[in-house]
């Protein structure tokens, strides 16, 4: 079983940062790719980024180049740093972890951007 637990969301305004965290509880956290989704109001839940257990990223084209992610195995904690935030980047914020074929999801952390 694997529990996950998101922290550092907020209201920003445009322009600035935030630095999300999502820790992992259980035997499988080191093992397993971990991402993190978005949700906007009213559209469908979409990839933001993700990371292999051994490093290697992806990012939707969206925020390539102002979103990093990262992850601690010793701390068995997923990051995801946010710099140039926009107002279309509001949205609650889900941590995922996958190992296999199963998913595992966090309670979601709100993101508000303001103009």
């Known amino acids: 079983q694997v529990q996950l637990v998101e922290s550092g969301g907020g209201l920003v305004q445009a322009g600035g940062s935030l630095r999300l965290s999502c820790a992992c509880s259980?035997?499988?956290?080191?093992?397993?790719?971990m991402g993190w989704h978005r949700q906007a109001p009213g559209k469908q839940r979409e990839l933001v980024a993700d990371i292999t257990n051994g490093g290697t990223t992806n990012y939707a084209d969206a925020v390539k180049g102002r979103f990093t992610i990262s992850r601690d195995n010793a701390k068995s904690t997923v990051y995801l740093q946010m710099n140039g935030l926009k107002p279309e980047d509001t949205a609650v914020y889900y941590c995922?972890?996958?190992?296999?074929?199963?998913?595992?999801w966090g309670q979601g952390t709100q993101v508000t951007v303001s103009s």
């Open positions: 995922r972890s996958r190992y296999g074929r199963n998913d595992y």
């Open positions: 259980g035997r499988l956290c080191s093992y397993a790719a």
